[in-house]
């Protein structure tokens, strides 16, 4: 369906531009964090906003929109497209960066390296061509917009460029990015064959299926290095610590999801009708992530550190369903394709909206209390109450408990492996249930890290004296985590809409919808042919009536007021804060049981030690056993190519003589 | 033997003449000869082009011969001579090839250049196509003279009879090349000698010799 002018896409254009020139504005006064805390910040809140109500307008409305810009190279216009996969992710961007930016015009302070007027134009371009990367349409434009994604996040990484820890992770992170670009571009080179590069073109375009794997393999890593498929993943633990909190919650909440976008659009759309055998491929990668992303989530010391892992976890769960719908569609069974591709979407959005909650949260600490190490952290449930009961969202989210979000995508995804038994292939159809038994050790796990991250940082005792000043933040930043805690409770509170909203990209990539909910209405059971449900409004009721019930109980059978009396502290008198769990302490078991993971140097205290000092550092074997080889041998080639500099002027005339000559008897000789 | 005209004749002897002047160079170390070498050069060449020119009645070429002359005879010698002058250079260290060695290599690549230009003669349908040959020879001697030598200003003049060779390859192929091209190619060596000149005042200052072995100091070290 083309309309004759695409009102939306031309209104989603518009808003894009909108951020540019939000950005362009901070440069009247670069200096001045009022102008671009109490204004400029605000106003790219709206225009999220309004992007994302666009888009659910669009997504709602299911058509597809197009346009062609004249700008870009010559013989190739700037081709745009809204449809219902751009618009799910449209959504996701606006409604979350939204929240993000209200906090952010909290945030920023001076003295943070980047001058804010500075900071907002990356921050806002960095929105601008997330929004660009989902609607282009050709790979000029696609790959020019991810380029710039690329590099405003990288500035946006390095805000305190100062110090040189930071410019080292911003380097790791530009190096993957770029390796990841590479990839995408030769994805598709192969893809469009020999037609002109727009996606139309490579719908079209008719590949051997050897070509067709080679484009998707690519296409798998080029993405993956942006999403944080282990084992492309190690910019994440690096760049997250070292950006400012917004700037985290955007690139773990957002930018992660367009690489996502990008897999889902290549394997689904552009590549035409997947072939089964390539799913497996994300399958097996995301269940490894899952593990891999939990347990160094578990260790972690680092309280942005566990986050950045807890993501790479959980776009291991979003890969694995991608994988799942891959298979599925592969083998002729679409209504399950779609009931793995909506587990992938659903979880997409949750994951923006509670990554960025604890992003932010964490940012909120930060700025409180100046401290990322979780062993000085403690009780601030007490001083900050605020972002103490809004992280607690959600942490409660992320660890998959229901009525919250976070359960509802992650049961639509072991539903969906159920049927992995169905598969016409031997072996595989055994192995795909047992990937299940990841993915529920996986959501084990990351409750665990929830605990341990909520408990550790804000209930307790405070574990340093400075802790007693903390303070709560301001209240554009506590308008901005209620804003996404409130999208983790409606997101999982109304599944129904959300997944009739998301049937429409189903629909769309593999051509088949869940069953609509039940007769019920506000029940959620999208399994074909199976008779299970879930209806969040009805547990909430009933939890908060039985917890109601219990109280006024209580209240009956014991009506004593209330003593408060300090704890028992078994006749040892003087209980410090130093004696509460610590983060090592809390992650010890992790640690002992999944020792082949970790890469250790511990330093113990002798038991006669007056000072005794405890300490371990972790490091992933995946620097010693890939990157580091890598490294090495890629230094080596340099060294030998170096060679060839011999910084003699004769030689160097040599080697052209010689070229010279050589060509001159080949075209002699031809 | 066929009679050929006098005037084929003479270009004949003209091509021969820059070839002798090539090897001529190859051989010399002194560089104030050296220039004055390329001055003859470019006076055989201006020659040969006045010849063509009044042999074909090619107006453009009567040009061209002006501009030859004027440039290759008289100025660019002169601003040579100076900066020999100036900077005090008037004999090249030891090659780093030897004399005979380079002789015998310059022979080698006549030779391969008498080869090269069989296809190109064969095309070609003007009075001079014997001598492609020739303005190859020219253009690799002078290449090899510049890969022999490690004063900065023998290269420059390696470089400058490299040009002449192009020079008469384009005028024996095709009766020369568009006067735009040739103009450009004119200011174009012009600007060479002038920005080298710069050059060369900054490279003695710098290493207090012209000698380009200092030069690999520059090369980054691992």
Same mark, same amino acid.
């Given at each position: ?13 518009? *808003?894009? #531009? %909108? ?10 006064? +670069? ?49 745009? @497209? ?11 961007? %606006?409604?979350?960066?939204?929240g993000i930016?209200l906090f952010a015009g909290g945030y920023f302070r001076?003295?943070q ?46 805000t305190e ?76 633990p690096?760049?997250h610590p070292a950006a400012p909190s917004p700037v985290s919650a955007l690139m773990s909440g ?7 976008? %990008? ?10 009708? $997947? ?22 989530a578990?260790?972690q010391t680092d309280m942005k550190r566990l986050l950045a892992y807890s993501s ?11 994988? =799942? ?8 069974? +679409? ?5 793995? #591709? ?12 509670m990554k960025s909650v604890l992003f932010l949260g964490t940012g909120a600490v930060l700025h409180a209390t100046g401290e990322r190490n979780l062993g000085r952290l403690g009780g601030l449930i007490h001083r900050m109450p605020w972002v103490a009961w809004l992280t607690l969202i959600g942490a409660l989210a992320i660890a ?19 049927? %992995? ?28 890290v929830m605990v341990k991250f909520y408990g550790v940082i804000f209930l307790g005792r405070p574990r340093e004296a400075a802790l007693e000043q903390a303070h709560d933040c301001g209240w554009l930043e506590r308008l901005g985590l209620a804003?996404l805690a409130?999208?983790c ?5 109304? $599944? ?81 804060a130093?004696?509460q769990d610590t983060a090592?302490?809390f992650?010890? $078991? ?5 020792? +082949? ?15 005794? @000092? ?33 910084? @003699? ?19 002699? =000789?031809? | ?17 820059? #070839? ?9 170390? @002194?560089?104030?000869? #050296? ?9 055989? *060449? ?48 030891? $090659? ?93 060596? *012009? ?32």
């Amino acid at each position: 369906m083309i309309t004759p002018l695409p009102k939306l896409l031309v209104g989603c254009i518009a *808003l894009l #531009l %909108g951020w540019v020139a939000v950005g362009l504005a901070g440069l009247l006064r +670069p200096r001045s964090v009022r102008l671009a805390g109490r204004i400029l910040f605000p106003l790219g809140a709206l225009i999220g906003f309004a992007l994302a109500a666009l888009a659910v307008t669009s997504l709602l409305g299911g058509g597809i929109e197009r346009m062609v810009l004249p700008i870009g190279l010559p013989g190739l216009p700037a081709h745009l @497209r809204l449809d219902p996969l751009s618009s799910v992710f449209l959504a996701l961007l %606006g409604a979350t960066a939204g929240g993000i930016s209200l906090f952010a015009g909290g945030y920023f302070r001076v003295g943070q390296g980047t001058a804010p007027g500075l900071l907002g134009l990356q921050y806002h371009l960095f929105l601008a061509s997330m929004g660009w990367v989902l609607i282009a349409a050709d790979a000029y434009s696609f790959l020019l917009a991810w380029e710039a994604m690329a590099l405003t996040s990288y500035f946006l990484v390095v805000t305190e460029h100062r110090r040189p820890e930071i410019r080292r992770a911003g380097l790791i992170y530009l190096l993957m990015a770029h390796v990841g670009a590479l990839a995408i571009l030769l994805a598709f080179g192969v893809m469009h064959g020999a037609g002109p590069l727009t996606f139309h073109a490579m719908r079209t375009a008719h590949l051997s299926s050897g070509w067709a794997a080679v484009a998707f393999l690519l296409a798998l890593f080029g993405f993956g290095a942006k999403a944080g498929l282990v084992p492309l993943h190690v910019w994440l633990p690096e760049a997250h610590p070292a950006a400012p909190s917004p700037v985290s919650a955007l690139m773990s909440g957002v930018m992660l999801k367009t690489a996502v976008y %990008g897999i889902l659009r290549v394997a689904l759309d552009l590549l035409g009708p $997947p072939v089964w055998w390539w799913g497996l491929v994300p399958l097996a990668l995301g269940l490894f992530t899952i593990l891999y992303g939990a347990l160094f989530a578990a260790v972690q010391t680092d309280m942005k550190r566990l986050l950045a892992y807890s993501s790479v976890e959980n776009i291991g769960v979003i890969f694995t369903g991608i994988g =799942l719908t891959i298979v599925f569609a592969g083998s002729g069974m +679409p209504a399950v394709a779609a009931l793995a #591709l909506l587990a992938t979407l659903y979880h997409c959005l949750n994951h923006a909206m509670m990554k960025s909650v604890l992003f932010l949260g964490t940012g909120a600490v930060l700025h409180a209390t100046g401290e990322r190490n979780l062993g000085r952290l403690g009780g601030l449930i007490h001083r900050m109450p605020w972002v103490a009961w809004l992280t607690l969202i959600g942490a409660l989210a992320i660890a998959g408990l229901p009525p919250l979000n976070g359960f509802v995508s992650e049961w639509l995804l072991l539903q969906s492996f159920l049927f %992995g038994d169905q598969v016409p292939h031997t072996f595989v159809n055994l192995l795909i249930p047992m990937g299940m038994a990841v993915v529920v050790l996986g959501a084990a796990l990351a409750g665990y890290v929830m605990v341990k991250f909520y408990g550790v940082i804000f209930l307790g005792r405070p574990r340093e004296a400075a802790l007693e000043q903390a303070h709560d933040c301001g209240w554009l930043e506590r308008l901005g985590l209620a804003w996404l805690a409130f999208g983790c409770l409606a997101l999982g509170l109304l $599944p129904v809409p959300v997944i009739g909203a998301l049937s429409r990209v189903s629909a769309q990539l593999v051509g088949a919808v869940v069953p609509q909910t039940s007769a019920y209405g506000w029940l959620l059971a999208p399994v074909p042919g199976r008779s299970v449900s879930y209806g969040p409004a009805v547990l909430l009721t009933a939890t908060v009536a039985v917890v109601l019930l219990t109280v006024l109980a209580v209240r009956l059978l014991f009506p004593q007021r209330v003593r408060r009396v300090s704890a028992w502290d078994c006749g040892f008198g003087a209980l410090t804060a130093r004696m509460q769990d610590t983060a090592e302490g809390f992650g010890q $078991p992790i640690r002992h049981l999944f020792q +082949p993971f970790f890469e250790m140097q511990r330093e113990l205290p002798a038991p006669e030690d007056s000072a005794p @000092r405890y300490r371990i550092v972790i490091r992933e074997r995946i620097w010693t056993l890939v990157y580091e080889p890598l490294c090495a041998a890629t230094e080596g080639l340099a060294n030998i190519a170096a060679r060839v500099q011999q910084g @003699r002027i004769s030689v160097y005339l040599l080697y052209s003589f010689v070229t010279l000559l050589v060509l001159l008897a080949v075209a002699l =000789l031809s | 033997m066929t009679h050929l005209p006098l005037d084929q004749q003479l270009l004949d002897s003209c091509a021969a003449l820059l #070839l002798l002047l090539s090897f001529a160079m190859l051989s010399q170390r @002194r560089i104030v000869t #050296l220039v004055n070498l390329y001055a003859l050069q470019g006076a055989v *060449l201006a020659a040969a082009t006045l010849l063509l020119a009044w042999r074909t009645g090619e107006d453009h070429l009567y040009l061209s011969a002006a501009l030859t002359l004027a440039l290759k005879v008289a100025f660019l010698p002169w601003l040579l001579h100076r900066l020999i002058r100036r900077l005090d250079v008037y004999w090249d260290t030891e $090659p780093l090839l030897n004399v005979s060695g380079t002789m015998l290599a310059g022979l080698v690549i006549v030779v391969f250049a008498f080869a090269l230009a069989q296809p190109i003669t064969r095309l070609a349908d003007t009075a001079t196509r014997s001598a492609v040959g020739i303005a190859i020879s020219v253009v690799l001697l002078a290449f090899l003279m510049m890969i022999t030598r490690r004063k900065a200003m023998s290269q420059v003049i390696g470089f400058l009879s490299m040009e002449n060779g192009v020079f008469f390859g384009a005028m024996s192929a095709s009766y020369g090349m568009p006067m735009v091209v040739e103009l450009g190619v004119a200011l174009d060596v *012009l600007v060479a000698v002038l920005v080298l000149g710069v050059f060369f005042f900054q490279i003695r200052e710098r290493f207090e010799s012209l000698d380009l072995h200092h030069l690999e100091s520059l090369k980054e070290h691992d």
